[in-house]
């Protein structure tokens, strides 16, 4: 149930809003006596959250009436329940079952785009690729340590280049946060004034000038504070807005919609705040 509602949320959102619930209502016969009314009043701090109990009630009724109230092992088989997509599914199998699965969320997705690791355009491709280069020995914890690495060090917005241990491989051009070297000094030659005994005249400064307009030959300077960080920022904001429509895409068709314009709609405001 946490996973499932974990789509589009942190986790700690997810730990707060659960930890009350499953102390009432820990099983899917319990849940399915909750109902989607008393459900939604709990997970209401999460995103998508009217969708996500309309499932999960949806969801325990299935297990309930097909399984025996159990989760099924079968990756193919959870991705029929409703709200259960393919990296939902990979969690599960994984976490719960211990099964050397990898689960693509955003932060995996960006991160083997970005480092070179296990380049593609969608979800499945990452998942493909990572499973290819991943020796077995590793599978297990493998998409653990790429979500903390991209969460923590290769972030969306400010990487932190200097403290990655993989940066030297790393396939990435634009790293940042890299001390640049220091340009070279040039060489200055002092003219030393002649010894003539007398003291040198001091210059007496003139009335100021008053300019009243500027000169028609002198053009005026473009300001360009905070343009810099400004591209960046738009730059790093249509990264993140790429990363969750491509998530987006991956999910059930239930929330692909509401994923999709929540996306959007985070990037329409940003657009607002930077013309005003």
């Known amino acids: 149930m946490a996973v499932a509602l974990s789509a589009q949320a942190t986790d700690v959102g997810v730990n707060r809003a659960t930890a009350k619930l499953f102390t009432i209502a820990d099983t899917p016969a319990k849940m399915l006596r909750l109902g989607e009314e008393k ?3 709990h997970v209401r701090t999460i995103g998508l959250w009217r969708n996500k109990a309309k499932n999960i009630i949806a969801l325990s009724k299935i297990l309930i009436e097909h399984y025996d109230g159990e989760v099924p092992r079968e990756r193919e088989t959870l991705e029929t329940l409703p709200g259960v997509g393919r990296k939902t599914a990979n969690v599960v199998c994984n976490v719960a079952f211990n099964q050397p699965t990898i689960a693509v969320d955003t932060h995996i997705f960006r991160v083997s ?4 690791l296990a380049p593609g355009k969608t979800p499945l491709e990452v998942e493909k690729g990572l499973l290819k280069i991943t020796p077995d020995d590793f599978r297990q914890h493998a998409h653990h340590w790429l979500i903390l690495h991209g969460r923590y060090v290769c972030k969306a917005r400010t990487l932190d280049c200097p403290a990655c ?3 030297d491989i790393c396939l990435y051009k634009d790293k940042s946060g890299e001390e640049a070297k ?10 030393k004034a002649k ?3 007398k003291k040198p005249a001091r210059k007496m400064a003139g009335a100021p000038k008053l300019r009243t307009s500027r000169p028609n030959n002198v053009k005026p300077k473009k300001k360009t504070t905070g ?3 400004q591209a960046a920022k738009e730059k790093h904001a249509m990264t993140s807005l790429a990363d969750k429509l491509i998530i987006a895409l991956d999910l059930p068709s239930v929330e692909r919609a509401d994923a999709i314009t929540n996306a959007l709609g985070d990037a329409v405001g940003f657009t607002k705040s930077a013309i005003n």
């Open 39 to 41: 459900l939604g009043e």
């Open 113 to 116: 785009n970005r480092t070179g």
């Open 165 to 167: 241990t993989i940066s």
């Open 182 to 191: 220091p340009a070279a000094k040039k060489k200055t030659t002092k003219i």
């Open 195 to 197: 010894k003539t005994g």
């Open 227 to 229: 343009a810099t960080g």
